[in-house]
């Protein structure tokens, strides 16, 4: 399921095979029964429409869990950039030396990040995660070797706004690794699973290509969800736009 969901365009095409599948069955199950009598009809009608409302809460709900999960990815994006542009401006309140040591560590820095960002490669992103947590500790030796030396409170403010440098990358990377739990998805699916089997087995005298409707609806709500949730592998991806606007003024 996991790797089932690092990539929405599988998710699209398995379950929309799914659902057809379970709407055909559906179907040949509703053949081997009599027909329904007035009574029979009626109840199922209210348990057919119970289970498509269910199954529309559902994926509304978790379509507002994705979208929240992807705007805090982008919050936390703006607020790598403002933290580290912060830092570049008080890396003056630092000896010279030290705050041009600090100013060029901060723009490769953020070369990381926007890498972190837009790739997509599993070893690369490795690599960069090495590169990052290395490159984290030689800002933080940076700008508090000064303070060790001569502490003031004017230089406090720069290791201050180090600290909010760090932090802001440790939330980016939780919000990252915070998705839609695999228990959700698997809810989804067996709820959407028995909404196609009930609409395969109610429908008799439906054409075929109309039930197709319901699993490639289903399928592509499933689809969009997966995809704004998904970082990486998604269409939907959170572009460092601040991020690189910042670069661009770390002269």
Do not use: C
Request: hydrophobic letters at 50%; charged letters at 20%; proline letters at 4%.
């Amino acid at each position: 399921m996991a790797t089932l969901l690092k990539f929405p365009r599988l998710v699209l095409l398995v379950s929309f095979l799914l659902f057809w599948l379970a709407t055909w069955l559906g179907g040949r199950i509703r053949r081997l029964q009599p027909n329904f009598d007035e009574d029979s009809r009626a109840d199922f009608s209210v348990i057919q429409g119970a289970t498509l409302t269910l199954l529309g809460l559902i994926i509304g709900f978790t379509f507002s869990m994705a979208v929240g999960r992807y705007d805090q990815r982008k919050i936390y994006e703006e607020a790598e950039a403002n933290a580290i542009g912060t830092e570049y401006a008080r890396a003056d309140l630092l000896p010279e030396a030290d705050a041009a040591r600090v100013r060029d560590l901060l723009r490769s820095y953020t070369d990381l990040r926007i890498l972190f960002y837009v790739t997509r490669g599993e070893r690369e992103l490795q690599k960069i995660g090495a590169d990052t947590s290395e490159m984290q500790h030689q800002l933080w030796a940076t700008v508090t070797a000064p303070a060790k030396a001569q502490p003031s409170p004017v230089i406090a403010l720069a290791v201050n706004g180090m600290n909010d440098v760090l932090n802001s990358q440790g939330y980016t990377q939780a919000a990252w690794w915070n998705r839609i739990p695999e228990a959700a998805w698997s809810l989804m699916f067996l709820i959407a699973v028995f909404a196609n089997v009930l609409l395969g087995y109610g429908s008799r005298h439906l054409r075929p290509l109309l039930l197709l409707i319901l699993p490639l609806v289903v399928s592509i709500s499933f689809f969009l969800i997966a995809d704004i949730d998904s970082p990486r592998h998604g269409t939907i991806r959170v572009h460092p736009q601040n991020l690189e606007s910042v670069r661009g003024s770390l002269r």
